[in-house]
């Protein structure tokens, strides 16, 4: 699956940590030709530095994704580096500060929508020309469970994460004619802050799976998406979520909770 991957030209944005450097580092380890970007230089450097360190290819570019200008320096120097982009992967996000509907205003609803939403359409829209001349290419955008299922607190998140997926299938129609597959990613709930013992377990207790995720978890889905084995595969919605939107009562509500499952010994 991943000799496909090979030498192809991907960009990553927010991959100085968490999910994305996640999967800006799996990229490289299968000879991918990685884009680290992020809003800050030395926070670029360390993943540059620990992917070249592995033996990995990639290169810097700071720019925030909501900032139109700073996109275009970045995929200029992508451009005059490598004369190509395979797979853009519109990773960065914000979800904080977590503000009630009644706290919120204006700023902070127009700051989340614009590095969340408008900044998947500020990268992807040059990015889409040079793949559709160059003959082609893979965009994986990333929503959230906030997309169909809300969570409190979050209404600007949530807006995004769901434009998101609506944006992602009408992407797909109108670039499916110049052979650019456009699928987005759906992670479940992925320990990339550092959650403490009690918080990984209560919110472990509420995944089929029975853990949080971690950031390699989302990577799986990523190469996949970005490979020839998913030539026929545009506009998806991939969930990574351990089962968690599978079901309709989170596990510690619901009518018999896995506690009271038949222990295996019993099987
Ligand atoms: N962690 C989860 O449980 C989870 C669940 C669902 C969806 N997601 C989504 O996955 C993606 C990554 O989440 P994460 O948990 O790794 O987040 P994170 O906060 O750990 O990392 C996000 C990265 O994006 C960068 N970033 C933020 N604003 C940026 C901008 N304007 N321009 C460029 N880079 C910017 C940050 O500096 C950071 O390095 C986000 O889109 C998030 O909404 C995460």
Redesign the pocket.
């Known amino acids: 699956m991943h000799e496909s991957l090979k030498n192809k030209v991907v960009i990553v ?10 999967i800006a580092e799996r990229f490289a380890s299968v000879g991918s030709k990685i884009v680290v ?4 230089q030395s ?1 670029i450097d360390q993943v540059v530095d620990s992917i070249t360190a592995a033996g990995g290819k990639a290169m810097s570019a700071v ?5 139109s200008t700073a996109v275009g320096t970045m995929i200029d120097a992508v451009m005059a580096e490598h004369g190509r982009i395979d797979v853009l992967v ?7 500060p977590m503000l009630h509907f009644f706290e919120a205003d204006e700023a902070w609803w127009r700051r989340i929508i ?3 939403l408008t ?1 998947h359409f500020i990268v992807s829209h040059p990015v889409a020309r040079i793949m559709a001349k160059q003959g082609g290419g893979n965009i994986i955008n ?5 997309a169909t299922r809300a969570h409190r607190a979050f209404t600007a ?1 949530d807006a ?2 769901g434009g998101i997926e609506a944006l992602t299938r009408a992407m797909a129609l109108d670039l499916g004619p110049y052979n650019i597959r456009i699928n987005a ?9 550092g959650m403490d013992l009690e918080a990984r377990k209560r919110r472990g207790e509420n995944v089929p799976l029975g853990r ?2 971690e ?1 390699i978890d ?1 990577t799986g889905a990523a190469l996949f998406l970005a490979s020839d084995e998913a030539n026929y595969i545009t506009g998806e919605i991939t969930k990574v ?1 351990g089962g968690m939107l599978a079901q309709q009562r989170s596990a510690t509500v619901d009518i018999m909770p896995p506690s009271d499952f038949p222990k295996l010994e019993d099987l």
Do not use: C, E, F, Q
């Open positions: 944005t927010g991959s100085a940590r968490g999910i994305g450097r996640a970007n992020d809003l800050n926070d720019a925030d994704v909501s900032d519109n990773n960065a996000g914000i979800l904080s614009d590095v969340n900044g990333m929503s959230s469970g906030g998140y995004t994460k990613l759906m992670p479940g709930s992925i320990d990339t802050s949080v995720g950031p989302m979520d």
